[in-house]
């Protein structure tokens, strides 16, 4: 067993980005675990782009009001304790509400394969409910 050095919080950048997001990474495991989970806060309004996880995502929210949105205008919102999963493949994207903070657990798995990314990142959203 052994205590694991995480990296200093990360300041969201904005080609992923839309307003004031930071980010703690908690684990991201060494094969044969895939396994990635971060702690993601949104400031109200602020969400990520378009973006899909080659083996899906799960996101669990902690603190305040969230959206999750898909491309076909799906949006559900999210309160503590909701635990929301995307498909492999599908173009999503998810944040804060314009009134309240919003802390997720963001959970997916890496690949196992160099050359296929884990995420691919698309245009940022334009219309958030």
Known sequence: MEKLTKPATA????EWFTGDVWFDQIYRGEEPSRTRVNVVRFAPGAHTAWHTH???QTLH???GVGLVG???GQ????HP???VHTPPGEWHWHGATADSFMTHLAIW???GTPDVPETTW???VTDTP
């Not at 949006?75 to 999210?78: D, G």
């Open 11 to 14: 300041k969201g950048p904005g």
């Open 54 to 56: 080659a083996v899906g």
């Open 109 to 111: 798995e890496g690949t």
């Open 70 to 72: 898909t491309r076909d």
């Open 75 to 78: 949006v559900i919102v999210m």
């Open 122 to 124: 698309g245009e940022h």
């Open 81 to 83: 304790g909701d635990t």
């Open 61 to 63: 929210v902690t603190e």
